[in-house]
């Protein structure tokens, strides 16, 4: 694009969770310093929430400048609360789309504010590039909500080559998918982390000689388990009395208000060593990965950007079940022993051991510069009419063409 050109590409950003604006991060540096585009940043969800930290306030202290927001979230963690949300989410995100009138809309991962979000741009023919699709985590919703916006998203930037393959699988063009990595990861090779004692300042907590990092999440395909799930990580954790805990809240999904809740209660006995955050800061959090021993619960960030720094991830249940998993991951049920048989083994020397050489399956170089530079080159125009990606006849054709070959 000329210089002279007074035209910019507005590329609008959704982010409505601390964890999710942390992996946007760098892709909107990148949209926020291309003179062409003009980044245009939505918030909603629990960065507007003062229960979840009011986090839209760091947004603005990183030098973003929030172009509107869209008020969501109901105070209930109820499965109908949560539909009601999604219900005002599509109302506030047809008015922002409809202001913004932005030339594509980006949408990272799977959470239901941002199903709402895409819903809205469907319907106002706004073209959307969906990122980290193709994943699997079976028990929650966010599955089905993840699929459902890969099926309204017209580019789609995912993080390992099993998930362009899904998404192909799903009926979307090749040419579309792209397999960039996790931008999570390139955030944590641009920070600058704390040190032990500066991060210990900072969340005004002593870490102990063996740390605990726990972050343990609703499953929302099977709620009624939730309860003797947590139950069972609470006996298990005291198992290992020595350890300092250090608790991240769950997020405002179904049950998430209960788990918080027991967390707290949990704490109230043992605050001598455990403590819990609602929100830790994407710095901090990412700065006490390099001290603890283990990671524990069912985050998606066990899986991704907790093998980065070598530790273990010991993931309880089946919220993440058939996600794609570094070799530092250790699956186990949500019951006690199995808990602790497998804190056990990854605290053990012979696991320890075999980390040191483990690589992230989701590590790639230039993420976001690779994102932007896609998107700025596609003519957005000409994506938003959809055919569906028919495997089974285009791999029919495929024959037909190399037998024709074959016998021309």
């Known amino acids: 694009m000329s210089p002279t050109t007074p035209f910019k590409f507005k590329m609008a950003v959704v982010t409505g969770t601390r964890a999710e604006y942390s992996l946007l991060y760098w892709l909107m540096k990148e949209i926020q310093n291309d003179p062409d585009i003009q980044l245009q940043l939505i918030v909603t969800g629990m960065h507007l929430s003062p229960e979840f930290g009011l986090t839209y306030q ?47 809309l980006i949408l990272l991962g799977d959470r239901f504010e941002l199903l709402a979000a895409a819903q809205a741009a469907l319907i106002q023919k706004i073209p959307l590039a969906h990122i980290h699709g193709g994943e699997l985590s079976e028990g929650a919703i966010d599955d089905a909500i993840r699929h459902s916006i890969t099926k309204m998203s017209h580019l789609h930037f995912v993080a390992a080559e099993i998930y362009q393959k ?35 300042k900072k969340i005004n907590f002593q870490l102990g000689t063996q740390n605990f990092l726990v972050t343990y999440h609703p499953e929302t395909i099977h709620s009624n388990e939730n309860k003797s799930a947590l139950i069972a990580l609470f006996c298990a954790l005291d198992h290992f009395p020595q350890a300092k805990l250090i608790f991240t809240k769950a997020n405002a999904d179904e049950m998430g208000r209960l788990i918080n809740l027991e967390i707290d209660q949990y704490i109230l006995k043992r605050n001598q060593r455990a403590i819990s955050y609602v929100t830790l800061g994407d710095i901090n959090y990412l700065s006490l990965l390099q001290f603890v021993d283990v990671v524990i619960g069912n985050s998606s960030s066990g899986l991704i950007e907790v093998p980065y720094f070598h530790k273990p991830t010991v993931n309880i249940g089946n919220r993440q079940l058939n996600r794609l998993r570094a070799s530092s991951v250790i699956n ?30 989701y590590k790639q170089d230039n993420t976001a510069n690779k994102i932007k530079n896609i998107l700025k080159k596609t003519n957005l125009k000409k994506i938003i009419h959809k055919h569906f990606y028919d495997i ?17």
């Open 166 to 200: 899904r998404v192909i699988q799903l009926g979307e063009h090749p040419e579309r998918v792209f397999n960039v990595g996790a931008p999570g990861l390139e955030r944590i090779a641009k920070l600058k982390l704390l040190a032990q004692s500066e991060l210990e």
């Open 58 to 104: 760091l947004i603005e202290a990183d030098g973003f400048k929030i172009d509107a927001k869209v008020e969501m979230l109901l105070s209930t963690d109820s499965a109908a609360g949560i539909t009601k949300s999604v219900g005002l989410g599509m109302i506030g995100f047809a008015d922002a789309l409809q202001r913004l009138s932005p030339d594509i």
């Open 392 to 408: 089974q006849i285009n791999l029919r054709e495929f024959h037909e063409k190399k037998q024709n070959l074959h016998y021309s």
């Open 332 to 361: 186990c049920q949500a019951k006690k022993n199995a808990i602790i048989t497998a804190i056990e083994r990854a605290l053990s020397a012979e696991f320890q051991m075999t980390l040191k050489n483990m690589t992230s399956p």
